[in-house]
């Protein structure tokens, strides 16, 4: 599920960084290509609570011969890779060492040189190469040591700064261990900050500004619970809202270094008072969250601000029915696609279907059906070809407009059946845009159908309670025509009967409506749905019945968000 707020997400930056391990890694190589040059040199040093606790080196034989100038940097001479391993047997040692312990954290200076090498060595000797968190000492040393405090922020300048212990001599181990001591004197600098945790750390960019610093105390009595945050200005107007399932800890990063976002930075200087709203599960968070949001339109939100702002796809009722893109559903028996996000991609809907079936595309008024309707100016135009000016009979045109009807609320595939066939024409004559543009307009019609398939069937239900175990007890919630109406959680000890009954009495009335969001937003029932479908979940009471069409759109999940890049839905 995309989100919807603009932090993160529900989870909290919490590795502290005393508990992390750390491998500082560094290379010498032939040359600064990470395709043409090939590495000579590897020094890894692993580290946790400020101590070394172990360490890995080795020449490597790169294959090629070693320019003189680098030599004359490094002081690795041809003769001495000559009897050393080549990558290929280096490498299984090196990523083991890495991988030695969990959640192991890489650290380099100028770390994309560094990571680009390896990574391409991994590739070339058919290894995968593992995909740790990097911390880039040269991208902190920046972010936090300006000029003139010092003159640049090669290693060798840094180490001397921060008193290294050792003093890098473009050896990979010795450079190594210097970066140690560069990282050392770096976390130091970044405590007093307030940036105690790994992921802050990572999110580094530049120092807390002076007004961000200024309200770090706005989060010393925040609950260390979940819920929804809201940041206030003087009037008391809603700058921003969030959700945590640590409100002081997320709070209190927005005031560190840790929070780069220059928009972010900026309303730090207008906030004077953080209101908390304790929730009892992570879903109820992330819906109060979306509710906040929608109702106050904080200015600092980017996302969901507006969900009033979407289109459908409307199959109009009239004698001849026609598609139009409209701004919101109505109790008119009409079947509807989406909502969709965008005109755009309601546009690219509307023209899938256009694609396969010939309906009309005049916003023309007709006469009753036995009278003869001449053709329209689109018609003569070439640019319609529904048969709705009388050359057949009404019944013809009613299939059409049936097929469509069926395609967006129950089975997309007269829809599908006929892109997929003209997307694969277009491929085998090499004119891959245009087929391009006709699995967009597809995969605009697959999503919207599904959507609308999803949302109207939980919309359908006067009631549902379902469960799902969590870490404090069973998150039990009461759902009622898409709407979250309760949410408690289910302590071991406590009598599930008496639990269950309190919790459906105390739960949000809410009356039936027309379409598939009659009652709340398409990104709260959403949320609803995925909740429903994680593993564990159980249904505890259901009125009515809650199902989507066997041959829906739902069929075709794996293609809509392989479309868009991402793993299919499970």
């Not at 989406?338 to 309601?346: D, K, Q, W």
């Amino acid at each position: 599920m995309t989100p919807f707020g603009d932090q993160t997400s529900i989870e909290d930056l919490g590795t502290p960084l005393a508990g992390a391990t750390f491998v500082v890694v560094d290379l010498e190589t032939t040359g600064t290509s990470a395709s043409k040059s090939r590495i000579t040199e590897i020094g890894a040093v692993r580290v946790r609570g400020g101590g070394i606790i172990g360490e890995y080196t080795t020449l490597v034989d790169p294959g090629m011969l070693i320019p003189a100038n680098i030599t004359l940097l490094t002081g690795i001479t041809q003769a001495m890779v000559a009897t050393a391993p080549p990558i290929e047997k280096v490498l299984p040692e090196l990523l083991a060492f890495l991988e030695e312990e969990r959640d192991t954290v890489l650290v380099a200076h100028n770390a994309p040189f560094d990571t680009g090498f390896l990574k391409a060595a991994c590739e070339r000797a058919g290894l995968e190469w593992p995909a740790l968190p990097v911390v880039d000492t040269l991208r902190l040393a920046r972010a936090l040591l300006p000029a003139p405090q010092v003159r640049n922020h090669r290693l060798g300048t840094l180490a001397t700064y921060f008193g290294a212990h050792v003093a890098p001599t473009h050896r990979a181990l010795d450079d190594a261990r210097a970066t140690v001591d560069v990282l050392t004197g770096l976390i130091e600098r970044l405590t007093p900050l307030g940036v105690t945790s790994l992921e802050e750390l990572r999110a580094v960019a530049k120092p807390a500004t002076r007004a961000q610093r200024a309200r770090r105390h706005l989060a010393e009595d925040l609950p260390e619970r979940p819920g929804v945050y809201v940041f206030n200005d003087a009037q008391g107007r809603s700058l921003y809202v969030g959700k945590s399932n640590n409100l002081r800890r997320r709070v209190a990063s927005y005031f560190t270094a840790a929070e780069s976002r220059r928009r972010i930075r900026e309303m730090a200087g207008l906030v004077v008072s953080v209101t908390p709203i304790v929730c009892t599960t992570d879903l109820e968070a992330s819906v109060r969250e979306l509710r906040i949001i929608a109702e106050r339109k904080p200015p600092f939100n980017r996302r969901s601000r507006n969900p009033e702002n979407v289109r459908w796809v409307k199959l109009t009722t009239d004698t001849y029915p026609r598609l139009s893109v409209v701004r919101a559903v109505r109790d008119d028996g009409a079947p509807y696609l989406g909502p969709y996000n965008s005109a755009r991609e309601a546009e690219e809907a509307k023209e899938a279907l256009l694609h396969a079936l010939p309906l009309r595309q005049c916003t023309h008024t007709f006469a009753p059906p036995e009278r003869v309707v001449p053709k329209c100016v689109l018609a003569q135009l070439g640019r319609c070809g529904a048969p709705c000016d009388g050359t057949e009979p009404l019944g013809a045109y009613t299939a059409h407009a049936e097929a469509a009807r069926t395609a967006m609320t129950t089975d997309p595939a007269v829809v599908l059946d006929a892109l997929t066939g003209r997307i694969r024409e277009l491929s085998e004559d090499l004119r891959y845009e245009e087929a391009a543009s006709l699995r967009d307009r597809l995969m605009a019609f697959l999503r919207g159908a599904r959507r609308v398939q999803r949302l109207t069937a939980i919309a359908a239900l006067p009631h549902l309670v379902a469960s799902r175990p969590g870490a404090t007890g069973w998150e039990t919630i009461v759902v009622r025509h898409g709407r979250l109406a309760a949410s408690a959680v289910l302590t071991p000890g406590t009598d599930p009967t008496a639990f269950l009954a309190s919790l459906v009495a105390t739960a949000e009335r809410v009356p039936p409506g027309h379409g598939p969001v009659p009652n709340a937003t398409a990104g709260e029932s959403e949320l609803i749905l995925d909740w429903l479908v994680t593993p564990g979940a159980r249904l505890v009471e259901v009125e009515g019945e809650w199902t989507c069409p066997l041959r829906g759109a739902e069929a075709h999940t794996r293609m809509t968000h392989w479309a868009h890049g991402r793993a299919s839905a499970q």
